[in-house]
């Protein structure tokens, strides 16, 4: 069903998915306007939207996600709320207090003021780390969202992203002051990928460190399936039309939902070479530790970070979590996704990993240059 004439906010605008997302639907719908709530929104962004905006109003609202007065401008008159916004750690990197009052603070109160504001409907960007792996690293092949699972989540990022995900969720079916009723899900993308990752940037950076071999942090079994940027803006597109159909929105609404497409199962180092390798890049055969010692020496530099705590801010390289994230298998299925709102990947695997490539190729002088002077 279409969105024509809706009104709708994407807060998180200036990001990885939110700006993809924003050129989509800008693509596809006729929407009346659509609001760019970020803390930050850079004034060549808009410029760039320009050009493809059509008859669609946009509108920018600068502010933080813990502001009750921005979200209230943002939403009021709007009926449909694209939650892309998050802190994203996988470091250690932020503060517990940070990540909490950004990721789950901020949902809350977004969803609040949407209740206040009468906006019919909410999709919230989830993750696969609130899937797992649990720390044992137990795998998950081809998984759906009915598959079994002991989740054990210790890394702030992943508890808060779960907690955020579940107020989402508890939110559906509460009534608006105009007597209506909010309909939410959440969607939880595999590792998102393409044009504007910065985490593919920063694997190519340690590569050109390395003399152009790219690290290997995980083995070759590990494989996981990886989603390109363009169907993960698809599926939130998909789960929008989804909410406003009477029929589906009964379906969707209080679920979440898996976001994968047709990327092959790899690991995550094999992977950065799949993308990098036509940019004359190598990868170590083996990860340059075994990974018994790797988890070792990660448990040392963890204790070494809570004993120094008090007097320095130290955030170690790799923590275990993040090992075991690297180095279990872990793969999702897109077809409840598929049944339930019709979403299906629009790009295949070579037109991702082209696209992919080619951004990078554009960006790789640049880095050369940075790490030369």
Same mark, same amino acid.
């Given at each position: 069903m279409?969105?024509k004439?809706e009104?709708?906010?994407?807060?998180?605008?200036c990001?990885f998915?939110?700006e993809?997302?924003i050129?989509?639907?800008?693509?596809e719908e006729n929407?009346?306007?659509?609001?760019?709530?970020?803390k930050?929104?850079?004034?060549e962004?808009?410029?760039?939207l320009?050009d493809?905006?059509g008859?669609?109003?946009?509108?920018?609202?600068?502010?933080?996600i813990?502001?009750?007065?921005?979200l209230?401008?943002?939403c009021?008159g709007?009926?449909?709320?694209?939650?892309t916004?998050s +802190?994203?750690?996988?470091?250690?990197a932020?503060e517990y207090?940070e990540l %909490?009052?950004v @990721?789950?603070?901020?949902?809350? $109160?977004?969803?609040?003021?949407c209740?206040?504001e009468?906006l019919?409907s909410?999709i919230y960007?989830s993750?696969i780390?609130?899937?797992?792996p649990?720390?044992?690293g137990d795998?998950i092949?081809?998984g759906n969202?009915?598959?079994p699972?002991?989740?054990?989540l210790?890394?702030?990022?992943?508890?808060t992203?779960?907690e955020?995900?579940?107020?989402t969720l508890?939110?559906?079916?509460e009534?608006l002051?105009n007597?209506?009723r909010?309909?939410?899900?959440a969607l939880?993308?595999?590792?998102i990928?393409?044009?504007?990752?910065?985490?593919?940037?920063?694997?190519?950076?340690?590569?050109?460190?390395n003399g152009?071999v790219l +690290?290997r942090?995980s083995?070759?079994e590990a494989?996981?399936?990886?989603? %390109?940027?363009? @169907?993960?803006a698809?599926g939130? $597109?998909?789960?929008?039309?989804?909410?406003?159909d009477?029929?589906?929105r009964?379906v969707?609404g209080?679920h979440f939902?898996?976001?994968?497409?047709d990327t092959p199962p790899?690991?995550?180092?094999d992977?950065n070479h799949a993308?990098?390798?036509?940019?004359g890049?190598g990868i170590?055969e083996k990860?340059?530790?075994?990974l018994?010692?790797l988890?070792?020496?990660?448990?040392?530099?963890?204790a070494l970070q809570?004993?120094?705590r008090p007097?320095?801010?130290?955030?170690?390289p790799l923590?275990r979590q993040l090992l075991t994230m690297l180095?279990?298998?872990?793969?999702?299925s897109?077809?409840?996704a598929?049944?339930?709102?019709?979403?299906t990947?629009?790009?295949?695997?070579?037109?991702?990993?082209r696209?992919t490539?080619?951004?990078?190729?554009?960006?790789?002088?640049?880095?050369?240059?940075?790490m030369n002077?």
């Amino acid at each position: 069903m279409s969105l024509k004439g809706e009104i709708c906010v994407v807060t998180g605008a200036c990001g990885f998915l939110g700006e993809r997302l924003i050129r989509l639907l800008l693509r596809e719908e006729n929407l009346a306007e659509i609001r760019l709530l970020d803390k930050d929104v850079r004034a060549e962004l808009i410029q760039s939207l320009e050009d493809c905006r059509g008859g669609t109003r946009l509108a920018v609202f600068e502010g933080d996600i813990r502001d009750t007065e921005v979200l209230r401008r943002a939403c009021k008159g709007a009926s449909l709320v694209f939650h892309t916004a998050s +802190l994203i750690d996988v470091t250690g990197a932020v503060e517990y207090r940070e990540l %909490y009052e950004v @990721n789950v603070k901020g949902t809350q $109160l977004l969803l609040e003021t949407c209740i206040q504001e009468n906006l019919a409907s909410f999709i919230y960007t989830s993750s696969i780390e609130v899937a797992g792996p649990n720390p044992r690293g137990d795998p998950i092949v081809n998984g759906n969202e009915d598959t079994p699972y002991s989740s054990c989540l210790k890394f702030p990022y992943s508890r808060t992203k779960e907690e955020a995900e579940r107020i989402t969720l508890r939110a559906h079916g509460e009534e608006l002051r105009n007597g209506g009723r909010l309909a939410a899900c959440a969607l939880r993308p595999m590792y998102i990928y393409g044009e504007g990752c910065r985490f593919t940037v920063g694997h190519m950076r340690d590569g050109i460190r390395n003399g152009n071999v790219l +690290l290997r942090m995980s083995c070759r079994e590990a494989r996981v399936n990886p989603v %390109y940027v363009g @169907n993960a803006a698809l599926g939130h $597109l998909q789960a929008a039309r989804a909410l406003r159909d009477p029929q589906k929105r009964a379906v969707v609404g209080g679920h979440f939902y898996y976001i994968s497409d047709d990327t092959p199962p790899i690991s995550y180092s094999d992977f950065n070479h799949a993308v990098l390798s036509p940019l004359g890049f190598g990868i170590q055969e083996k990860p340059f530790l075994p990974l018994r010692l790797l988890f070792f020496i990660c448990f040392i530099l963890e204790a070494l970070q809570t004993m120094l705590r008090p007097f320095v801010r130290f955030t170690p390289p790799l923590n275990r979590q993040l090992l075991t994230m690297l180095n279990t298998p872990f793969s999702f299925s897109y077809q409840k996704a598929h049944r339930d709102m019709g979403y299906t990947p629009r790009y295949d695997w070579e037109e991702a990993r082209r696209n992919t490539t080619d951004w990078l190729a554009s960006v790789l002088p640049k880095e050369r240059e940075q790490m030369n002077a």
